[in-house]
Protein backbone atom coordinates (compact mmCIF):
# COMPACT_ATOMS: atom_id res chain seq x y z
CA UNK A 1 0.00 0.00 0.00
CA UNK A 2 2.85 2.35 0.05
CA UNK A 3 4.47 4.41 2.55
CA UNK A 4 1.85 5.27 4.35
CA UNK A 5 3.28 4.71 8.01
CA UNK A 6 1.98 3.80 11.63
CA UNK A 7 3.89 6.93 12.43
CA UNK A 8 2.22 9.21 10.21
CA UNK A 9 -1.45 7.66 11.01
CA UNK A 10 -0.32 8.02 15.42
CA UNK A 11 1.08 11.29 15.44
CA UNK A 12 -0.81 13.60 18.25
CA UNK A 13 -2.95 10.39 18.39
CA UNK A 14 -0.89 8.75 21.56
CA UNK A 15 -2.08 12.09 24.01
CA UNK A 16 -5.57 12.04 22.86
CA UNK A 17 -5.88 8.51 23.37
CA UNK A 18 -4.25 8.12 26.83
CA UNK A 19 -7.05 10.28 28.00
CA UNK A 20 -10.06 10.56 25.84
CA UNK A 21 -11.63 7.25 25.56
CA UNK A 22 -11.06 5.05 28.36
CA UNK A 23 -7.96 3.48 27.16
CA UNK A 24 -7.76 1.75 30.32
CA UNK A 25 -10.88 -0.12 30.31
CA UNK A 26 -9.87 -0.90 26.23
CA UNK A 27 -7.12 -2.63 27.07
CA UNK A 28 -8.50 -6.23 28.75
CA UNK A 29 -10.89 -6.08 25.27
CA UNK A 30 -7.75 -5.36 23.20
CA UNK A 31 -5.20 -7.61 25.17
CA UNK A 32 -7.93 -10.44 24.63
CA UNK A 33 -8.17 -9.83 20.70
CA UNK A 34 -4.12 -9.95 20.28
CA UNK A 35 -3.63 -13.20 21.82
CA UNK A 36 -1.81 -15.46 19.51
CA UNK A 37 -4.52 -18.37 18.10
CA UNK A 38 -4.61 -21.54 20.32
CA UNK A 39 -1.81 -23.72 18.90
CA UNK A 40 -2.86 -27.16 17.21
CA UNK A 41 -0.71 -30.32 18.08
CA UNK A 42 2.14 -31.19 15.80
CA UNK A 43 1.27 -34.54 15.54
CA UNK A 44 -2.23 -36.42 15.92
CA UNK A 45 -2.70 -39.77 18.06
CA UNK A 46 -1.48 -41.64 15.26
CA UNK A 47 1.95 -39.65 14.99
CA UNK A 48 0.69 -37.89 11.58
CA UNK A 49 2.37 -34.13 11.13
CA UNK A 50 0.05 -31.22 11.05
CA UNK A 51 -0.29 -29.00 7.18
CA UNK A 52 -1.88 -25.86 8.06
CA UNK A 53 -2.88 -23.19 5.53
CA UNK A 54 -0.67 -19.82 5.76
CA UNK A 55 -3.60 -18.03 8.18
CA UNK A 56 -3.90 -21.07 10.01
CA UNK A 57 -7.63 -21.38 9.57
CA UNK A 58 -7.09 -24.79 7.63
CA UNK A 59 -5.25 -27.79 9.14
CA UNK A 60 -5.39 -31.97 8.71
CA UNK A 61 -2.94 -34.72 9.65
CA UNK A 62 -2.33 -36.76 6.31
CA UNK A 63 -1.72 -40.19 6.31
CA UNK A 64 0.69 -39.59 3.26
CA UNK A 65 2.76 -37.15 2.06
CA UNK A 66 4.33 -37.48 -1.65
CA UNK A 67 6.63 -34.83 -3.46
CA UNK A 68 7.04 -36.47 -6.97
CA UNK A 69 9.98 -35.36 -8.99
CA UNK A 70 8.43 -37.26 -12.41
CA UNK A 71 4.71 -37.82 -13.65
CA UNK A 72 5.37 -41.24 -13.42
CA UNK A 73 5.82 -40.59 -9.69
CA UNK A 74 3.35 -38.39 -9.52
CA UNK A 75 0.98 -41.16 -11.16
CA UNK A 76 1.35 -43.39 -8.79
CA UNK A 77 0.58 -41.24 -6.34
CA UNK A 78 -2.73 -40.24 -7.80
CA UNK A 79 -3.96 -43.87 -8.66
CA UNK A 80 -2.74 -46.03 -5.55
CA UNK A 81 -2.16 -43.29 -2.65
CA UNK A 82 -4.65 -43.27 0.05
CA UNK A 83 -7.48 -40.89 -0.86
CA UNK A 84 -8.45 -37.91 -1.14
CA UNK A 85 -5.49 -37.10 -2.68
CA UNK A 86 -4.79 -33.54 -2.20
CA UNK A 87 -2.32 -31.13 -4.24
CA UNK A 88 -0.56 -27.81 -2.46
CA UNK A 89 1.16 -25.49 -3.56
CA UNK A 90 1.93 -22.62 -0.95
CA UNK A 91 -0.99 -23.23 1.19
CA UNK A 92 -2.02 -19.24 0.65
CA UNK A 93 -5.66 -20.43 0.07
CA UNK A 94 -8.38 -19.55 2.88
CA UNK A 95 -10.56 -22.09 1.97
CA UNK A 96 -10.19 -25.67 2.72
CA UNK A 97 -9.08 -27.16 -0.92
CA UNK A 98 -6.27 -28.62 0.72
CA UNK A 99 -7.02 -30.39 4.12
CA UNK A 100 -6.82 -34.25 3.92
CA UNK A 101 -6.49 -37.31 5.95
CA UNK A 102 -5.11 -39.30 3.32
CA UNK A 103 -2.53 -37.97 0.97
CA UNK A 104 -0.88 -34.97 0.75
CA UNK A 105 1.29 -33.80 -1.97
CA UNK A 106 3.37 -31.33 -3.12
CA UNK A 107 4.87 -30.01 -6.70
CA UNK A 108 7.83 -28.82 -5.76
CA UNK A 109 10.04 -31.19 -7.20
CA UNK A 110 8.24 -30.75 -9.94
CA UNK A 111 9.25 -27.06 -10.94
CA UNK A 112 11.51 -24.67 -13.08
CA UNK A 113 11.29 -23.51 -16.75
CA UNK A 114 11.12 -26.38 -19.12
CA UNK A 115 11.78 -23.96 -22.12
CA UNK A 116 10.31 -20.68 -24.22
CA UNK A 117 9.91 -19.15 -27.80
CA UNK A 118 11.24 -15.93 -28.04
CA UNK A 119 9.46 -15.02 -30.96
CA UNK A 120 6.04 -15.99 -29.71
CA UNK A 121 6.76 -14.67 -25.58
CA UNK A 122 5.83 -18.22 -24.87
CA UNK A 123 7.33 -20.12 -22.16
CA UNK A 124 6.68 -23.36 -20.59
CA UNK A 125 7.01 -24.12 -16.85
CA UNK A 126 6.26 -26.78 -14.48
CA UNK A 127 3.46 -26.85 -12.36
CA UNK A 128 5.38 -26.37 -9.05
CA UNK A 129 7.38 -23.30 -9.79
CA UNK A 130 6.51 -20.47 -7.51
CA UNK A 131 5.72 -17.07 -8.76
CA UNK A 132 8.45 -15.63 -7.08
CA UNK A 133 10.76 -17.77 -9.30
CA UNK A 134 8.99 -17.27 -11.96
CA UNK A 135 9.26 -13.92 -12.55
CA UNK A 136 13.42 -13.67 -12.62
CA UNK A 137 13.62 -17.09 -14.78
CA UNK A 138 11.36 -15.46 -17.43
CA UNK A 139 12.64 -11.79 -17.16
CA UNK A 140 16.08 -13.56 -18.15
CA UNK A 141 14.78 -14.76 -21.00
CA UNK A 142 13.18 -11.37 -21.88
CA UNK A 143 9.34 -12.05 -20.98
CA UNK A 144 7.21 -11.45 -18.48
CA UNK A 145 3.93 -12.62 -17.38
CA UNK A 146 0.50 -10.24 -18.67
CA UNK A 147 -0.13 -9.60 -15.16
CA UNK A 148 0.84 -10.81 -11.73
CA UNK A 149 -1.31 -11.11 -8.30
CA UNK A 150 -1.07 -9.48 -5.30
CA UNK A 151 1.03 -12.03 -3.98
CA UNK A 152 4.01 -13.53 -5.19
CA UNK A 153 4.08 -17.10 -2.49
CA UNK A 154 1.80 -19.09 -4.74
CA UNK A 155 2.62 -22.43 -7.06
CA UNK A 156 1.66 -21.55 -11.11
CA UNK A 157 -0.57 -24.53 -10.84
CA UNK A 158 -2.27 -23.33 -7.66
CA UNK A 159 -2.41 -20.17 -8.57
CA UNK A 160 -4.31 -20.86 -11.80
CA UNK A 161 -6.40 -23.33 -10.14
CA UNK A 162 -8.39 -21.04 -8.20
CA UNK A 163 -8.93 -18.63 -10.69
CA UNK A 164 -5.78 -15.99 -9.01
CA UNK A 165 -6.09 -12.76 -11.11
CA UNK A 166 -4.03 -9.29 -10.61
CA UNK A 167 -5.77 -6.24 -11.57
CA UNK A 168 -5.54 -3.99 -15.35
CA UNK A 169 -7.94 -2.31 -17.90
CA UNK A 170 -8.54 -5.39 -20.04
CA UNK A 171 -6.16 -8.15 -18.83
CA UNK A 172 -7.38 -11.44 -17.81
CA UNK A 173 -6.68 -13.49 -15.00
CA UNK A 174 -3.47 -15.77 -14.32
CA UNK A 175 -5.04 -18.54 -16.81
CA UNK A 176 -6.36 -16.77 -18.99
CA UNK A 177 -2.67 -16.14 -20.39
CA UNK A 178 -2.51 -20.13 -20.42
CA UNK A 179 -2.54 -21.64 -23.84
CA UNK A 180 -1.39 -24.91 -23.31
CA UNK A 181 -1.93 -27.73 -19.88
CA UNK A 182 -0.61 -30.85 -19.21
CA UNK A 183 -3.05 -32.68 -16.33
CA UNK A 184 -1.87 -36.11 -14.88
CA UNK A 185 -5.29 -37.25 -13.36
CA UNK A 186 -6.38 -40.30 -10.29
CA UNK A 187 -7.73 -42.93 -13.69
CA UNK A 188 -3.78 -43.08 -14.69
CA UNK A 189 -4.05 -40.77 -17.90
CA UNK A 190 -1.56 -37.92 -18.89
CA UNK A 191 -3.18 -35.40 -20.93
CA UNK A 192 -2.00 -32.22 -22.90
CA UNK A 193 -4.80 -30.16 -23.74
CA UNK A 194 -5.31 -27.00 -25.65
CA UNK A 195 -8.22 -25.01 -27.31
CA UNK A 196 -8.09 -27.68 -29.79
CA UNK A 197 -7.03 -30.60 -28.32
CA UNK A 198 -9.02 -31.99 -25.75
CA UNK A 199 -10.92 -28.69 -25.21
CA UNK A 200 -13.68 -30.12 -22.90
CA UNK A 201 -10.60 -30.72 -20.47
CA UNK A 202 -8.64 -27.47 -21.14
CA UNK A 203 -12.17 -25.31 -20.66
CA UNK A 204 -12.92 -27.65 -17.61
CA UNK A 205 -9.84 -27.68 -15.60
CA UNK A 206 -8.21 -24.57 -15.94
CA UNK A 207 -9.54 -23.14 -13.09
CA UNK A 208 -10.04 -26.47 -11.79
CA UNK A 209 -9.09 -26.32 -7.45
CA UNK A 210 -7.29 -29.32 -8.16
CA UNK A 211 -10.42 -31.56 -8.27
CA UNK A 212 -9.59 -32.43 -12.09
CA UNK A 213 -6.12 -34.24 -11.42
CA UNK A 214 -3.32 -32.71 -10.92
CA UNK A 215 -1.45 -29.73 -13.23
CA UNK A 216 2.47 -30.96 -14.06
CA UNK A 217 2.83 -27.86 -16.81
CA UNK A 218 1.40 -25.09 -18.69
CA UNK A 219 2.32 -22.58 -21.85
CA UNK A 220 2.16 -19.05 -20.97
CA UNK A 221 1.59 -16.50 -23.24
CA UNK A 222 3.65 -13.69 -21.98
CA UNK A 223 4.98 -10.09 -23.51
CA UNK A 224 8.46 -8.71 -23.27
CA UNK A 225 9.58 -7.16 -20.41
CA UNK A 226 8.84 -4.07 -19.61
CA UNK A 227 9.88 -1.42 -16.98
CA UNK A 228 6.55 0.37 -14.77
CA UNK A 229 5.61 3.36 -13.15
CA UNK A 230 4.01 2.62 -9.86
CA UNK A 231 2.40 5.19 -8.43
CA UNK A 232 0.62 5.25 -4.37
CA UNK A 233 -0.83 8.14 -3.64
CA UNK A 234 -3.31 8.96 -0.67
CA UNK A 235 -6.87 10.23 -1.62
CA UNK A 236 -10.10 10.52 -0.24
CA UNK A 237 -12.44 7.35 -0.84
CA UNK A 238 -15.50 9.47 -2.30
CA UNK A 239 -13.11 10.94 -4.43
CA UNK A 240 -11.91 7.61 -5.71
CA UNK A 241 -15.35 6.07 -6.30
CA UNK A 242 -16.24 8.94 -8.12
CA UNK A 243 -12.94 8.45 -10.37
CA UNK A 244 -12.80 4.80 -10.31
CA UNK A 245 -14.48 4.72 -14.29
CA UNK A 246 -11.97 6.93 -15.46
CA UNK A 247 -9.23 5.49 -13.43
CA UNK A 248 -9.58 2.22 -14.99
CA UNK A 249 -9.44 3.38 -18.27
CA UNK A 250 -6.24 5.56 -17.71
CA UNK A 251 -4.12 3.09 -16.29
CA UNK A 252 -2.68 -0.14 -17.32
CA UNK A 253 -3.21 -1.18 -14.06
CA UNK A 254 -4.96 0.20 -11.35
CA UNK A 255 -6.62 -0.80 -7.84
CA UNK A 256 -7.21 0.94 -4.34
CA UNK A 257 -7.11 0.34 -1.08
CA UNK A 258 -10.39 1.48 1.50
CA UNK A 259 -8.92 2.38 5.01
CA UNK A 260 -12.36 1.87 6.61
CA UNK A 261 -13.07 4.56 9.52
CA UNK A 262 -10.55 7.03 8.30
CA UNK A 263 -12.74 8.61 4.89
CA UNK A 264 -9.39 7.99 2.48
CA UNK A 265 -7.88 5.77 0.18
CA UNK A 266 -4.70 4.35 -1.40
CA UNK A 267 -4.66 4.64 -5.20
CA UNK A 268 -1.81 2.05 -6.82
CA UNK A 269 -1.49 2.40 -10.48
CA UNK A 270 0.96 0.93 -12.99
CA UNK A 271 2.11 2.20 -16.28
CA UNK A 272 4.52 1.33 -18.85
CA UNK A 273 7.29 3.54 -18.90
CA UNK A 274 10.87 4.24 -20.40
CA UNK A 275 12.00 6.67 -17.09
CA UNK A 276 15.31 4.98 -15.27
CA UNK A 277 14.92 2.42 -12.87
CA UNK A 278 13.89 3.78 -9.30
CA UNK A 279 13.80 0.69 -6.99
CA UNK A 280 11.22 0.77 -4.14
CA UNK A 281 12.51 0.78 -0.71
CA UNK A 282 11.34 -1.76 1.84
CA UNK A 283 7.56 -2.30 2.30
CA UNK A 284 5.79 -0.40 5.02
CA UNK A 285 2.32 -2.71 4.57
CA UNK A 286 3.36 -4.06 8.19
CA UNK A 287 3.95 -0.54 9.66
CA UNK A 288 0.80 0.58 7.82
CA UNK A 289 -1.27 -2.20 9.00
CA UNK A 290 0.04 -1.86 12.78
CA UNK A 291 -1.00 2.23 12.55
CA UNK A 292 -4.43 1.47 11.68
CA UNK A 293 -4.69 -1.37 13.90
CA UNK A 294 -3.53 1.08 17.08
CA UNK A 295 -5.60 3.71 15.79
CA UNK A 296 -8.77 1.03 16.27
CA UNK A 297 -7.66 -0.01 19.27
CA UNK A 298 -7.60 3.35 20.88
CA UNK A 299 -10.73 5.19 19.32
CA UNK A 300 -13.04 1.51 18.14
CA UNK A 301 -15.43 3.56 20.34
CA UNK A 302 -15.14 6.96 19.09
CA UNK A 303 -15.10 6.83 15.60
CA UNK A 304 -15.76 10.21 14.52
CA UNK A 305 -12.53 10.81 16.44
CA UNK A 306 -11.07 8.17 14.35
CA UNK A 307 -12.09 9.62 11.28
CA UNK A 308 -10.72 12.89 12.01
CA UNK A 309 -7.12 12.36 13.81
CA UNK A 310 -6.71 9.57 10.44
CA UNK A 311 -7.87 12.26 7.91
CA UNK A 312 -5.53 14.83 8.90
CA UNK A 313 -2.38 12.80 9.05
CA UNK A 314 -3.44 10.77 5.54
CA UNK A 315 -3.73 14.24 3.94
CA UNK A 316 -0.04 15.09 4.67
CA UNK A 317 1.55 11.69 2.99
CA UNK A 318 2.69 12.62 -0.88
CA UNK A 319 2.69 10.43 -3.67
CA UNK A 320 5.23 7.70 -3.93
CA UNK A 321 7.21 7.07 -7.43
CA UNK A 322 9.17 3.86 -8.15
CA UNK A 323 10.46 2.38 -11.45
CA UNK A 324 11.40 -1.01 -12.40
CA UNK A 325 10.31 -4.12 -13.89
CA UNK A 326 6.82 -5.08 -13.26
CA UNK A 327 7.15 -8.57 -11.91
CA UNK A 328 9.22 -6.84 -9.01
CA UNK A 329 6.14 -3.94 -8.54
CA UNK A 330 3.27 -5.91 -9.43
CA UNK A 331 3.02 -8.40 -6.30
CA UNK A 332 4.31 -7.79 -2.54
CA UNK A 333 5.28 -8.71 0.73
CA UNK A 334 2.23 -9.82 2.88
CA UNK A 335 3.68 -10.61 6.43
CA UNK A 336 0.55 -9.31 8.25
CA UNK A 337 -1.22 -12.72 8.44
CA UNK A 338 -4.88 -12.67 7.77
CA UNK A 339 -8.01 -14.15 6.47
CA UNK A 340 -9.78 -13.06 3.45
CA UNK A 341 -13.53 -12.86 1.59
CA UNK A 342 -13.65 -11.96 -1.69
CA UNK A 343 -16.08 -11.50 -4.55
CA UNK A 344 -16.05 -10.87 -7.77
CA UNK A 345 -19.03 -8.44 -9.44
CA UNK A 346 -20.41 -7.28 -12.97
CA UNK A 347 -18.11 -4.33 -13.33
CA UNK A 348 -21.14 -2.09 -13.13
CA UNK A 349 -21.99 -3.62 -9.37
CA UNK A 350 -18.83 -2.85 -8.39
CA UNK A 351 -18.98 0.72 -6.45
CA UNK A 352 -22.51 0.51 -5.63
CA UNK A 353 -21.75 -3.28 -4.01
CA UNK A 354 -18.41 -1.28 -2.44
CA UNK A 355 -20.79 1.45 -0.87
CA UNK A 356 -23.05 -1.01 0.92
CA UNK A 357 -20.15 -3.15 2.22
CA UNK A 358 -18.14 0.10 3.50
CA UNK A 359 -21.33 1.53 5.37
CA UNK A 360 -22.33 -2.31 6.59
CA UNK A 361 -19.05 -2.00 8.15
CA UNK A 362 -18.88 1.07 9.14
CA UNK A 363 -22.08 1.24 11.03
CA UNK A 364 -22.26 -2.58 12.40
CA UNK A 365 -18.02 -3.50 12.98
CA UNK A 366 -16.21 -0.62 14.60
CA UNK A 367 -13.74 -3.35 15.54
CA UNK A 368 -12.70 -3.85 11.46
CA UNK A 369 -9.19 -2.00 10.66
CA UNK A 370 -8.17 -3.71 7.68
CA UNK A 371 -8.41 -2.01 4.18
CA UNK A 372 -10.65 -3.55 1.43
CA UNK A 373 -8.86 -4.14 -1.69
CA UNK A 374 -10.75 -3.04 -4.71
CA UNK A 375 -9.45 -4.39 -8.71
CA UNK A 376 -10.70 -4.99 -12.27
CA UNK A 377 -10.66 -8.29 -14.26
CA UNK A 378 -11.34 -8.74 -17.72
CA UNK A 379 -13.68 -11.34 -19.01
CA UNK A 380 -12.60 -15.13 -20.07
CA UNK A 381 -14.08 -18.21 -21.33
CA UNK A 382 -12.53 -21.27 -18.84
CA UNK A 383 -15.73 -22.57 -17.38
CA UNK A 384 -15.36 -22.84 -13.60
CA UNK A 385 -13.44 -18.72 -13.82
CA UNK A 386 -15.24 -16.23 -11.67
CA UNK A 387 -14.56 -14.00 -14.72
CA UNK A 388 -16.47 -16.02 -17.42
CA UNK A 389 -18.46 -14.04 -19.81
CA UNK A 390 -17.78 -10.99 -18.00
CA UNK A 391 -15.84 -8.00 -17.06
CA UNK A 392 -15.52 -8.41 -13.29
CA UNK A 393 -14.88 -5.68 -10.28
CA UNK A 394 -13.23 -7.12 -7.05
CA UNK A 395 -13.72 -6.68 -3.87
CA UNK A 396 -11.88 -8.44 -0.94
CA UNK A 397 -12.61 -7.83 2.94
CA UNK A 398 -9.87 -9.00 5.14
CA UNK A 399 -9.95 -9.83 9.15
CA UNK A 400 -6.33 -9.89 10.97
CA UNK A 401 -5.91 -13.49 11.29
CA UNK A 402 -6.02 -13.14 15.63
CA UNK A 403 -9.46 -11.97 15.11
CA UNK A 404 -13.01 -13.44 14.18
CA UNK A 405 -14.33 -12.99 10.80
CA UNK A 406 -17.79 -14.13 11.68
CA UNK A 407 -18.62 -10.65 9.96
CA UNK A 408 -17.98 -11.71 6.15
CA UNK A 409 -20.75 -14.38 6.26
CA UNK A 410 -23.53 -11.80 8.49
CA UNK A 411 -22.74 -8.80 6.34
CA UNK A 412 -20.15 -8.87 3.59
CA UNK A 413 -21.25 -12.15 1.79
CA UNK A 414 -25.36 -11.26 1.90
CA UNK A 415 -24.50 -7.80 -0.08
CA UNK A 416 -22.01 -9.82 -2.40
CA UNK A 417 -24.68 -12.42 -3.45
CA UNK A 418 -27.40 -9.87 -3.94
CA UNK A 419 -25.44 -7.82 -6.46
CA UNK A 420 -24.33 -10.84 -8.38
CA UNK A 421 -20.84 -11.62 -7.52
CA UNK A 422 -19.05 -14.92 -7.55
CA UNK A 423 -16.42 -15.93 -5.28
CA UNK A 424 -12.77 -16.41 -5.35
CA UNK A 425 -12.33 -19.79 -5.14
CA UNK A 426 -8.97 -19.58 -2.20
CA UNK A 427 -11.03 -17.04 -0.56
CA UNK A 428 -13.72 -17.50 2.03
CA UNK A 429 -17.22 -17.95 1.10
CA UNK A 430 -20.27 -20.08 1.90
CA UNK A 431 -21.30 -21.28 -1.27
CA UNK A 432 -22.37 -25.18 -1.98
CA UNK A 433 -22.76 -27.01 -5.78
CA UNK A 434 -26.82 -25.54 -5.53
CA UNK A 435 -25.63 -22.33 -4.81
CA UNK A 436 -22.35 -22.26 -7.55
CA UNK A 437 -24.67 -24.54 -10.59
CA UNK A 438 -26.49 -20.89 -10.93
CA UNK A 439 -23.89 -18.84 -11.34
CA UNK A 440 -21.96 -20.42 -13.70
CA UNK A 441 -23.31 -21.33 -17.43
CA UNK A 442 -21.06 -24.27 -18.13
CA UNK A 443 -21.21 -25.78 -14.38
CA UNK A 444 -22.61 -29.02 -15.27
CA UNK A 445 -20.47 -29.57 -18.82
CA UNK A 446 -17.43 -29.04 -16.11
CA UNK A 447 -18.86 -31.68 -14.05
CA UNK A 448 -19.29 -33.83 -16.26
CA UNK A 449 -15.80 -33.30 -17.48
CA UNK A 450 -14.79 -33.71 -13.81
CA UNK A 451 -16.24 -36.98 -12.82
CA UNK A 452 -14.76 -38.78 -16.51
CA UNK A 453 -11.35 -37.64 -15.31
CA UNK A 454 -12.01 -38.73 -11.62
CA UNK A 455 -15.08 -40.89 -11.21
CA UNK A 456 -14.15 -42.30 -7.92
CA UNK A 457 -13.58 -38.85 -6.60
CA UNK A 458 -10.37 -39.34 -5.26
CA UNK A 459 -9.64 -35.98 -5.46
CA UNK A 460 -12.20 -34.41 -3.46
CA UNK A 461 -11.99 -34.01 0.27
CA UNK A 462 -15.03 -32.76 2.28
CA UNK A 463 -14.91 -28.75 1.42
CA UNK A 464 -14.88 -30.19 -2.27
CA UNK A 465 -17.75 -32.89 -1.66
CA UNK A 466 -19.64 -29.82 -0.40
CA UNK A 467 -18.74 -27.40 -3.89
CA UNK A 468 -19.27 -30.23 -6.72
CA UNK A 469 -21.46 -32.80 -5.46
CA UNK A 470 -24.20 -31.02 -2.72
CA UNK A 471 -27.41 -30.86 -4.05
Known amino acids: MGKVTRRALLVGGGVIGAGAVGVGGLAGRNWLRDREPASLAAQDAEGRLLWSNWSGIAHSYPEKRGAPKSEEELLSILTRAPAPVRPVGSGHSFTALVPTDGTLLTLDGMAG ?36 PDINKQSIAGAIGTGTHGTGRGIQAMHGSVVAMRIATPTG ?72 FTGHSVVISNDVTDRPVKPRGPDADTETLMGLKQLRDWFEFAPSLRRKLAAEELAKIPPEEVVDEGWKLLSNERPVRFNEIEYHLPIEAQVPALREVLSAIETHRKDVFFPIEVRVIAADDAWLSPFYGRES ?30 PHWGKLHSLKARDLALLYPCWKEAGEVRRALDPEGRMLNDYLKGIFLDG
Not at 129 to 136: E, I, K, S
Not at 205 to 213: C, I, K, Q, S
Not at 239 to 248: F, G, H, S, T, Y
Not at 393 to 413: L, T
Open 113 to 148: LVGHDAATNRATVRGGTRLADLGPALAAVGQEMVNL
Open 189 to 260: EVIDCDAANRPEVFNAARVGLGAFGVVTQVTLQNQPLNRILKRTEVRPTEEVLEDWPALRQRHRNVEFYVLP
Open 393 to 422: GSIAVHAYYREEHDFFFSIVEPIFRRHGGR
